[in-house]
């Protein structure tokens, strides 16, 4: 039996429509697909730019301090930055509280510095990351610059005493003003006093930590396993010192 060619056409009326709303669906999951797809790697890729911002911004802040404090020991200052040391000892969680005690909201950040049973940052002592360093011109708070040069975040300076652990287990602080920890926090991409909450959220943060010693005196650089003075390396003298190259006293990063 033959099909009339009427009832055939009336059977497949509207698979076109069909095929271009599967064809559109399809479409339209691709293309968010894609897109969801390339919002994620721009956040990525913003992230690791904010990141490495903020550790070069820390990496700053540490040069930084190593300048500032050598400032303030020529001038003799370098010892008012730091927390005094306490003449007493403690166990580990139940630190003695710092002295003198905060002067700017950052001061001893992140512990509180109001009771000595709070154990929450008792590694370096009850007393966070230290005093913000303050040479008497500029706290070093939320800097978004120095020497005239921007940066694209901040880097914020603390300092504390180390530590000593004694036989017993009990904690001391080192009273030696020439033996320093420093800490830096870099932020990016936003810094300064307007940042907001929001803002705030969306930062990268490095922290970075750096225990100096101070070095005295003036010590003699040679020119052992340099090929010459000058661009011919002629008059080379492997015991002689070298003109103008003497180190003055500063800060050495402990090992």
């Known amino acids: 039996m ?3 060619i009427g009832r055939t056409r009336s059977s497949e ?40 911002q903020a550790l070069y911004n820390a990496e700053a802040g540490l040069q930084v301090a190593r300048h500032v404090l050598r400032a303030m020991n020529v001038a003799g200052t370098a ?16 630190p003695a509280l710092p002295s003198p005690g905060p002067s700017d909201p950052e001061d001893y950040y992140p512990h509180a510095g109001t009771a000595a049973s709070d154990p929450g940052c008792d590694l370096r002592g009850g007393v966070g990351y230290g005093r913000v360093l ?13 020497n005239g040069l921007p940066l694209q975040g901040t880097f914020t300076i603390w300092v504390r005493r180390p530590l000593i652990v004694q036989a017993s287990g009990q904690f001391t602080d080192v009273t030696d003003p020439g033996q320093v920890v420093v800490t830096v926090r870099g932020t ?4 300064g006093p307007g940042v907001t909450a929001d803002q705030r959220s969306r930062q990268a943060e490095r ?12 010590t003699c650089v040679s020119t ?32």
């Open 188 to 191: 990016a991409p936003f810094g």
């Open 224 to 255: 052992i396993d340099q090929t010459g003075r000058d661009q011919l390396g002629t008059g080379f003298d492997p015991c002689g010192e070298l003109t103008g190259r003497d180190f003055a006293p500063g800060w050495l990063a402990v090992p």
């Open 13 to 52: 009326s509207g698979f076109a429509l069909i095929l271009a709303l599967l064809a559109l669906m399809l479409l339209t999951v691709l293309a968010l697909t894609l897109a969801t797809s390339t919002t994620s790697e721009v956040q990525i890729a913003a992230n690791y730019r904010y990141g490495r």
């Open 134 to 146: 303050n040479d008497g011109l500029t706290i070093y708070k939320d800097m978004t610059g120095w």
């Open 79 to 94: 010892q008012g930055t730091l927390p005094d040391p306490r003449a007493v000892t403690w166990l580990e969680g139940a």
């Open 2 to 4: 033959s099909t009339p």
């Open 207 to 218: 922290v970075l930590e750096q225990s100096l010693k101070l070095e005295t005196g003036t």
